[in-house]
């Protein structure tokens, strides 16, 4: 590419002033202020930078419309109407996401580095699938105001003032001037940022006004640099104020210019770097990339809505084209100076038929300008395209031509290619660049239908941060951010029919906080599930700690055996009463026990009530008369063994509480804990209290028989729940209980009652190691005195260590506890107790049914599938959408796709508002694996664990096999053998073993082997 014009600036010559005149030509930027978010341009107008990201939550074309009707043009047309207000709006997408994308990946190196997780091959992957299909996209706006719109009288004062102050400083021809700012005008452009802003906000817009950040860098003067010079501007670039720099320039002439004291001018930091113009000024090579600029020179006939632009440039071969449009809106009294009335009375003295046409279509717009909502201004409109560093040249000319034909038939406009000043065309496609443009031609447009083509019906994403990043349906970054402070509690929901990815992404979503979430610990992280679905995400966590920390994550298949035995009755170290959320546990599990529904509901919850007072009451040695546990030999010989070492009484009348006191005295509180579980009460208790004379008098003898009779039939059925508690989760963190031999598949009351009870005592088994924070110690029923201390230090301890541990209960296919009251109510009262101390609750079910009543408990809300239209009315009904939202549930959430990932409709439930999207839960081969569902799968991947590292069993996996799932291999192997189930996994991984050692030898599937980012 011949240079005609050789360098346009940037060259050592601009630097001493000869090119000082040549970068203002196309950089109107001269200051800034060092604390508002504001900069200047030459003649000191005011200049304020908005990033728009999208709407907040899901908008039909017609609803966002009206919104941006009513509120946007209603708004923005009082500014427009006046003298000295400008704005340009700008949409750019591009495929370079490197610097979002490090904020969130760097952010996930860090955390799972702290925790010493061994998951490189997994965070790199999913690095390099969010790299191939997300895209960058920005919407910006930039709000100027002249000097023009402050009163004459003062900015001439201002201005002499200020030329005054100049004078008695030395001379800098080439420096950022430091009086430049006009204080007249810092008024009336901060009453227009903020009806601008206003005006977005209440379009359901998301938007942020850029400006210093808490470091002081300048994002949009950073913002405006990367729209010409993306890859020479690091993420933390900010320009050097007038007064900051550090160490003076050497100076290269004799002069007395002290321009090298001082920072060189805000442009010159802005374009640093020199621009190349082709021979035929079609193209321009800047930073690396080379662009070709476009104006529309005449607008079209029907104005469209912008996404029908996206969807022609997508449609097209071309969707992975950058481009950035910008519109260009000034008012019509404004810079030019001659308005709409003088046109009119300049066309007034013609009178042929055509400019009778013309002259009534000026009218109108007339009418239009007049009106209170709405106002006729200058629009234009540029855009660019480009080819990144590295990619063919030639593809300039290709980019340009789609860009072209896509604008030419976005409503029939009439498109030129930016004629003889590319540099400038360039810098008018950058909002914030150039205070006004004068490339394209201006077309006289009501502000209400040149609204329609603004860019803003886009995706807002909901978090700016968060531990799993998943995409919009436009590709942009959607963080999903668990615990965000944006959000009032944590109760989540998730939703979809059999198959369609539920587990894949709670597990993904458990990956992602387990290894993501920030601090050196573990979070506190417990799955009830059915089957094996989470086993995946156990084993690549405890394969991925470190040697000795293994015991940290923990998987148990529960039995309902004595071995396996969870009290539900059980409370707190040292608690002789429950606490709140101790009784509401016992009640919700004694009511699901007895089952006592409909007529007479009240009645038993009554009776539930007093049998608890009455249990606890009986079993605790501090009431004066009780039956508290006494202590018999040989029941454990071992705490028998320690508290002879401690010399505790142990006689006839030893009760159990008395060794668990003693053992807190002598600073042994896991003794203690193992003691008291003799000292609880169990359910073979609760009969012996129904039997009580004050319990039978109180109430219907037909009631207490019934629950008598639960009692000792549960008794009886359920060994796990009458024994004293023996299941230990030790020091897990991370653990999965799996109910796959305890619940019933089939559907009727007694199975949904069974399967409510085993997730309630599994979910206790959990809660009781995490649950509660310091606040309730002061109402925990404990010996006075001394001890009370003991106990008291203890809690302490224990709540400041776990406290500021995020906590999580994930409950997989929730749909067999058949939602039982018992369970929903337990759900509620934990979803409202736990946000006090960090606890989140997810639900995944395969019925809607499960979620009627919690939809304004919850928080966040996922639908994975809703495949017909009765089930996506019936989702309506309980999650209640607009038609908006089950057009793009219909549209978009279909379950998983073969390299697609599974596409879900989320609600988010913010401080002060519902938010919807979509979203894509996009995972590659290695994270597939890592946390398949497949029983196959599963098998062969944990045979590669133990023999490999994690990192390496699943770069081996995903490379042998991309679709992540070796059940070809599998069948073939098991055709060709008479060897039973569990010999398979270890015959696949000798054959994928023996291939990697024979180098690239033959593979037995045949299948092309792209390894992703293959190391
Ligand atoms: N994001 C994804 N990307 C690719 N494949 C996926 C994804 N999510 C799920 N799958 C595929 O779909 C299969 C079924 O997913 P999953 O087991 O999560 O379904 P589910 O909704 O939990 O079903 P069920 O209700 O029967 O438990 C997985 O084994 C996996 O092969
Ligand atoms: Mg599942």
Not at 7 to 28: E, N, P, T
Not at 171 to 176: D, I, S
Not at 857 to 882: H, K, P, Y
Request: glycine letters at 6%; proline letters at 5%; hydrophobic letters at 40%.
């Amino acid at each position: 590419m011949a240079g005609l014009f050789g360098s346009l600036f940037g060259s050592k010559a601009s630097r001493r002033g000869a090119g000082f005149a040549a970068v203002d030509r196309y950089c109107d930027v001269a200051g800034f202020s060092e604390t508002e978010p504001v900069f200047y341009g030459h003649d000191a107008s005011d200049c304020t930078l908005i990033e728009i990201e999208g709407v907040r939550t899901i908008m039909s074309g017609e609803e966002f419309e009206n919104a941006l009707q009513i509120h946007f043009v209603g708004g923005v047309s009082q500014l427009l109407k006046r003298a000295g207000h400008s704005l340009t709006i700008s949409y750019e997408s591009s495929a370079n996401i490197e610097d979002d994308l490090e904020r969130f990946v760097g952010a996930q190196r860090r955390n799972s580095d702290l925790k010493q997780l061994g998951l490189e091959a997994v965070t790199d992957e999913g690095e390099a699938i969010i790299r191939r299909a997300a895209r960058r996209e920005r919407i910006l706006m930039a709000v100027w105001t002249s000097p023009k719109a402050a009163l004459v009288e003062e900015v001439k004062r201002e201005r002499a003032e200020n030329a005054e102050r100049w004078r008695t400083m030395p001379p800098a021809r080439n420096a950022t001037p430091s009086q430049l700012a006009l204080a007249a005008l810092s008024g009336p452009h901060a009453a227009a940022v903020r009806k601008v802003v206003d005006a977005l906000e209440a379009s359901a817009l998301r938007v942020r006004v850029l400006g210093p950040d808490e470091d002081g860098r300048r994002r949009d003067l950073t913002e405006i640099r990367k729209a010409v010079l993306y890859h020479e501007t690091p993420d933390g670039w900010s320009p050097f104020g007038p007064t900051e720099r550090t160490y003076p320039g050497a100076k290269a002439t004799v002069d007395d210019d002290t321009s090298e004291l001082f920072s060189p001018p805000v442009a010159q930091q802005i374009l640093s770097s020199g621009a190349i113009a082709s021979a035929n000024l079609r193209n321009i090579a800047m930073g690396g990339r080379n662009y070709a600029v476009v104006a529309v020179s005449v607008f079209p006939k029907i104005l469209q809505h912008f996404n029908q632009l996206i969807a022609s440039i997508v449609n097209h071969r071309a969707a992975g084209m950058p481009f950035r449009i910008a519109f260009h809106f000034e008012d019509i009294e404004g810079a030019s100076g001659f308005g709409l009335r003088k046109v009119l009375a300049g066309l007034a003295s013609w009178t042929s038929p055509t400019t009778k046409n013309l002259f009534q279509a000026l009218r109108t717009l007339q009418e239009i300008h007049e009106r209170d909502m709405d106002t006729v201004c200058k629009a234009r409109i540029i855009a660019t395209t480009w080819v990144e560093p590295g990619e063919p040249p030639e593809i300039l000319e290709q980019r340009r031509s789609y860009l072209v034909r896509a604008l030419m038939s976005w409503g029939d406009a009439l498109v030129m290619e930016a004629p003889h000043n590319p540099m400038r065309a360039l810098a008018e496609t950058v909002p914030g660049m150039t205070m006004r443009a004068v490339v394209p031609p201006a077309t006289l447009a009501p502000l209400s239908q040149a609204a329609a083509m603004l860019p803003f019906h886009r995706t807002a994403p909901i978090f700016s941060r968060g531990e799993s990043v998943f995409l919009s349906t436009d590709g942009k970054l959607m963080p999903h951010e668990a615990f965000s402070a944006d959000q009032n509690f944590w109760l989540s929901l998730i939703y979809a029919t059999p198959g369609s990815g539920k587990s894949v992404l709670l597990n993904r979503l458990n990956y992602d906080f387990t290894a993501y979430s920030g601090g050196r610990r573990l979070p506190f992280i417990s799955i009830i599930d059915v089957g094996v679905s989470s086993s995946g995400y156990i084993e690549v966590v405890k394969n991925a700690l470190p040697e000795g920390r293994q015991h940290e994550a923990t998987y148990v298949r529960l039995e309902n055996a004595k071995h396996h035995a969870i009290n539900p009755l059980e409370l707190g170290l040292g608690r002789r009463y429950p606490l709140p959320r101790e009784s509401a546990f016992v009640e919700n599990f004694l009511a699901t026990l007895f089952g006592l529904r409909g007529h007479g509901a009240d009645l038993s919850e009554q009776l539930i009530t007093r049998v608890i007072r009455r249990l606890y009451q009986s079993k605790s040695d501090l009431e004066f008369t009780n039956a508290a546990n006494s202590w018999q030999p040989g029941i454990e010989p071992e705490l028998d063994r320690q508290a002879e070492e401690l010399r505790l009484p142990l006689r006839d009348r030893t009760k159990w509480w008395q060794l668990v006191d003693g053992f807190m005295l002598a600073g042994k509180p896991m003794l203690a804990m193992r003691a008291q579980r003799y000292a609880m009460p169990r359910l073979e208790d609760v009969s012996a209290i129904l039997s009580e004379s004050m319990i039978r008098e109180d109430f219907p003898p037909l009631l207490v028989q019934m629950a008598q009779r639960s009692i000792e039939s549960a008794v009886e059925k359920y060994p796990i729940f009458s024994n004293v508690s023996r299941l230990d989760l030790g020091e897990a963190r991370i653990m999965s209980i799996d109910l796959q031999d305890v619940v019933q598949r089939y559907k009727s009351e007694e199975a949904d009652r069974n399967n409510s009870l085993f997730f309630m005592a599994a979910r206790q088994a959990f809660l009781a190691k995490i649950g509660g924070y310091a606040e309730e110690i002061r109402s925990m029923e404990l010996p006075k005195g001394d001890l009370r201390g003991v106990y008291e230090a203890y809690w302490q301890a224990h709540y400041d260590d776990i406290a500021e541990t995020p906590k999580r209960l994930a409950m997989d296919e929730y749909h067999l506890t058949g939602g039982t009251e018992g369970i929903a109510r337990l759900v509620r009262s934990d979803a409202r107790e736990g946000r006090k101390w960090g606890l989140e609750i997810i639900l995944v079910s395969q019925l809607l049914e499960d979620f009627k009543g919690m939809k304004d408990m919850a928080s966040t809300v996922m639908i994975l599938n809703a495949d017909s239209q009765q089930l996506r009315e019936e989702a309506r009904s309980v999650f209640g959408f607009t038609d908006a939202v089950k057009k793009d549930l219909e549209r978009h959430v279909h379950g998983p796709r073969k390299g697609r990932g599974a596409s879900f409709l989320v609600r988010y439930m913010l401080r002060e508002e519902e938010r919807w999207a979509v979203m894509t839960n996009l995972m590659g081969p290695r994270l597939l694996w890592a946390l398949t569902t497949k029983k196959e799968d599963r098998l062969v991947r944990d045979e590669l664990y133990r023999r490999v590292s994690v990192n390496e069993a699943l770069r081996i996996l995903a490379q042998r096999y991309p679709d992540a799932s070796a059940i070809e291999h599998w069948e073939r192997v098991q055709a060709s053998t008479t060897d039973t189930d569990t010999r398979i996994p270890k015959i696949i991984v000798d054959q994928i073993m023996g291939e990697l050692l024979a180098g690239s030898g033959e593979r037995p599937s045949g299948r092309p082997t792209t390894l992703l980012a293959a190391q």
